[in-house]
């Protein structure tokens, strides 16, 4: 049972793009939601979080939108850039769950120059 | 860096034979983790710890077994280690302010 599906798999973006990864999840206790930036051989580090009382939430060119009630979000990097290249993963926690993250799947992003 | 350190970096054993990961943080939090990371999977749960000796199963414990002695290490055993097993390994800390979790640079192990 996937708890948090992620999509694409993975996303090819020219310089100066958008890149768009979206995220859907089944369980309504989850309260926190964030992604986490992964390049190769290094461990995942996070990148922006959001709660359900917010819409959207921007920290520079990333931005996190959020739809309670579809049970979705999405993470939105502008101006995409060669160092942006790195898989993207979603992930939710619930309050009292000792701060158990259910991860997706991941994204690679690959950003051409 | 949060303070994480994940020992051995890189093992190859053979089938059959007793692994142990260690996860050393100095951050003196109170939640560790153990992931582990496949192509097609993402992370996955392994076990978890919320203090010294309180420890239970996450996703994926099956053939895993943890220990948490002091606060600052904790230890993945693989008894008898398989092909299945041959992956990258996480450990992870949780910060109560946030819910947020700071990842160690990964163990890679191969089981041959």
């Known amino acids: 049972q996937q708890q948090v599906k992620q999509s694409p798999q993975s996303l090819i973006v020219q310089k100066g793009g958008i890149s768009i990864i979206n995220c859907a999840y089944e369980?309504?206790?989850?309260?926190?939601f964030p992604w986490y930036q992964q390049f190769p051989g290094k461990g995942p580090a996070l990148l922006i979080a959001?709660?359900?009382?917010?819409s959207e939430k921007k920290e520079g060119r990333f931005t996190i939108s959020f739809n309670k009630s579809a049970k979705q979000f999405s993470l939105h990097i502008m101006d995409s850039q060669p160092g942006d290249s790195a898989t993207y993963f979603c992930?939710?926690?619930?309050?009292?769950?000792?701060?158990?993250?259910?991860f997706g799947k991941g994204t690679l992003l690959t950003v051409n120059p | 860096d949060a303070g994480i350190t994940q020992s051995p970096r890189h093992k190859v054993t053979e089938t059959g034979t007793p692994v142990t990961l260690r996860c050393h943080q100095t951050?003196?939090?109170?939640?560790m983790y153990w992931y582990r990371q496949d192509p097609g999977h993402g992370l996955r749960l392994i076990h978890y710890?919320?203090?010294?000796?309180?420890?239970d199963k996450g996703e994926v414990s099956d053939g895993y077994s943890v220990s948490r002695s002091k606060t600052e290490d904790f230890l993945l055993t693989l008894e008898s280690a398989t092909s299945s097993q041959t992956s990258v390994y996480f450990c992870?800390?949780?910060?109560?302010?946030?819910?947020?979790?700071?990842f160690g640079e990964g163990s890679w192990l191969t089981v041959v």
């Open positions: 992930a939710a926690d619930s309050r009292g769950s000792n701060y158990k993250l259910t």
């Open positions: 369980n309504t206790a989850f309260d926190y």
């Open positions: 959001i709660r359900p009382d917010v």
């Open positions: 951050e003196n939090h109170r939640y």
């Open positions: 710890s919320y203090g010294v000796k309180d420890t």
């Open positions: 992870a800390i949780g910060s109560p302010s946030g819910n947020t979790i700071y």
